[in-house]
C-alpha cells in the first residue's frame, strides 16, 4: 500500500509511490493520455493517465469521471518545473469514491446570485479557498495580538436585552415570552470586563438588521472588540494604529500566496506602516468640500464621503472627534468641545471603508443617564450598565473591528459577501 500524503506534502514523496484523496477539479483528454485536476483541500496537482501504464478499467474510469467526483489517485510524484507546485503525478490507480452528479458549477462564468444560491459549493473553488484562508490567518492574527499583550479573551453574550448600536438596526428574538435581541456589539459587557481584568477583548458574531444593500454590510458580521480601562481616545488611536500595523503585516506574511492568487497587489498592503494620518472629523468636512462633496456639519459621512477621504491617503486614516449626534449614546463628550464625542473611525485605504469604530465611553453617571435618556433608551435595561459608574468607574476606551471588511480590504474584494463563508443579507439567509 501506498503511504497516503496531502498535495501540500507532495514534494517530500518526489520520485515515491503515494495515494492522495481529493476532488476532481477537471479533466481534459488527449489520445492515450488524460489529465486529472485533482485538488484535496492542501492543493492542486496534475495527476497524467497514461493508458499503458494502468489497467484498462481505470482508463476508462478515468476517461469519464465528472467534475468534483471524489476519488483517491496514487501513482509516481514526478518533479515537473512546468506544474504551479513543481510536481505531477503519473497514475498507476485511480479508485473512484463517489462519481458526481452534474456538477452546477461549470468553469464558464455565472452570476453573483447563482453562486451565492451554490455558496455550500462554490466554497470548493480557489478564489474561495483564498478567502477562507485569508479569513482564518486574520482571525488567528487579531486573536494572537491581543492574547501575546496582556488581554484576557472575555466572551460577551449573543441574546441581549438592550440596543448597544441603536434601536434601528435590532433583531427581536422572543425569549420565552420575553423580547430580546440579538447582540450588536459585545462592548458594554466587555466594560464591565475591562472593570474586573483591566485589558479584555471579545470576538464573535454580531448582527444588525441593516436593510440597506450595501456592498460593506451584513446583517451577521464578525467583530473583535478590545476594551482597556485607563485607557483614552489617544490611547485607543494607538491601539488601533498598531493592531492593524500587525495584522496586515503578518497576514501577509503568511497568506502572500493567497493574496497575489486574487490579484490583489501587496504592494497596498506593504504601505500598512506607522505613523497613520489622523485628522479630526472638521478637517474632514473641509477636505470633502474641497473634493467637491459638501457634507453639512452634523452629518454622518456615508460609503462614498469615505472613499473621497480615504483615497487622500496611501494608508489607513484615522478620523476622530465626530459629532455627538450621530454616534452612539455610550461615547465621551470632548471636554474642549462638548457638542463632540471623543471617538475615532479608521477609514481603509482604497474605497473599503470604516474598519473600526470606537472610542472613549462616558464614565460619569449623571451625564450617561442623560445620554440614554436623550437617545430614548429605557434606563431600566441599562441599569447593570450604569453600575459601572458607580462602582468605581476609570476612563476607558476602547473599538470594534469588523473580520469581514478587514478581509476584504486586504483580499481586495469588492463586497464582503464572498469574506465570510455563509453571507447572510437583506435578502439571503440561505444557503
Ligand atoms: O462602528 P461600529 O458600529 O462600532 C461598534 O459596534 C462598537 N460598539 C465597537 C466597540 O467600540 N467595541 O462597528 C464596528 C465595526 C465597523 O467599523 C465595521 O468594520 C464593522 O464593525 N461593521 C460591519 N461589518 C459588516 N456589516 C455590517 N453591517 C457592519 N456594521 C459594522
Ligand atoms: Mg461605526
Not at 489520445?31 to 493517465?49: A, E, I, P
Not at 486574520?138 to 499583550?149: G, L, M, N
Not at 450588536?184 to 471579545?202: I, P, R, T, W
Not at 441599569?383 to 459608574?389: A, E, G, P
Amino acid at each position: 500500500m501506498a503511504p497516503v500524503t496531502t498535495i501540500a506534502e507532495i514534494g517530500r514523496h518526489a520520485g515515491a509511490v503515494v495515494t492522495l484523496r481529493g476532488w476532481l477539479r477537471g479533466r481534459r483528454s488527449s489520445g492515450k493520455l488524460v489529465f486529472l485536476q485533482v485538488r484535496d483541500g492542501t492543493g492542486t496537482l496534475q495527476c497524467t493517465v497514461f493508458r499503458p501504464d494502468v489497467p484498462a478499467a481505470v482508463f476508462e474510469a478515468a476517461s469519464h469521471l465528472g467534475q468534483e467526483s471524489s476519488l483517491s489517485v496514487t501513482g509516481e510524484v514526478r518533479p515537473d518545473p512546468r506544474a504551479p507546485g513543481g510536481y505531477e503525478m503519473a497514475v498507476r490507480d485511480v479508485e473512484v469514491v463517489s462519481q458526481a452528479a452534474e456538477y452546477p458549477i461549470s468553469p464558464k462564468e455565472h452570476g453573483t446570485a447563482f453562486l451565492l444560491d451554490h455558496r455550500h459549493l462554490w466554497l470548493r473553488s480557489r478564489r474561495q479557498n483564498a478567502i477562507l484562508r485569508v479569513r482564518s490567518s486574520v482571525v488567528r492574527a487579531c486573536r494572537e495580538y491581543f492574547d501575546d499583550r496582556g488581554f484576557t479573551l472575555v466572551d460577551a453574550p449573543i441574546f441581549t436585552p438592550a440596543a448597544c448600536e441603536g434601536t434601528t438596526t435590532l433583531f427581536a428574538v422572543d425569549y420565552f415570552g420575553e423580547p430580546a435581541y440579538l447582540t450588536q456589539s459585545g462592548q458594554l459587557y466587555l466594560e464591565a470586563a475591562a472593570l474586573a481584568l483591566g485589558k479584555v477583548y471579545c470576538f464573535g458574531p454580531t448582527f444588525r438588521a441593516e436593510k440597506s444593500k450595501t456592498r460593506r454590510h451584513l446583517t451577521e458580521f464578525w467583530m473583535v472588540e478590545p476594551e482597556v480601562a485607563w485607557m483614552d481616545l489617544q490611547g485607543d488611536m494607538d491601539l488601533a494604529e498598531d493592531f492593524l500595523v500587525e495584522v496586515v503585516g503578518r497576514v501577509l506574511r503568511e497568506r502572500r500566496a493567497e493574496i497575489e492568487a486574487l490579484e490583489r497587489d501587496p504592494g497596498a498592503l506593504e504601505r500598512v506602516k506607522k505613523p497613520f494620518p489622523r485628522i479630526t472629523y472638521d478637517e474632514a468636512l473641509v477636505r470633502l468640500r474641497d473634493a467637491g462633496k459638501p457634507v453639512e456639519w452634523g452629518d454622518d459621512f456615508g460609503g462614498d464621503e469615505e472613499t473621497v477621504l480615504a483615497s487622500q491617503f496611501d494608508r489607513p486614516v484615522l478620523v476622530h472627534r465626530y459629532p455627538a449626534q450621530v454616534k452612539a449614546f455610550y461615547m465621551k463628550g470632548d471636554p474642549e468641545d462638548p457638542r463632540l464625542a471623543l471617538c475615532v473611525d479608521v477609514l481603509a485605504p482604497e474605497g473599503y471603508g470604516e474598519i473600526i469604530g470606537g472610542g472613549q465611553r462616558e464614565d460619569d453617571l449623571a451625564t450617561l443617564q442623560r445620554r440614554i435618556a436623550e437617545h430614548g433608551l429605557p434606563e431600566a435595561a441599562f441599569s447593570w450598565y450604569l453600575d459601572l459608574r458607580r462602582y468605581g468607574s476609570v476612563p476607558h476606551a476602547g473599538f470594534g473591528m469588523g473580520i469581514e471588511r478587514m478581509v476584504a480590504w486586504l483580499c481586495g474584494l469588492h463586497h464582503v459577501r464572498e469574506t465570510i463563508p455563509f453571507p447572510r443579507m437583506l435578502e439571503r439567509l440561505t444557503p
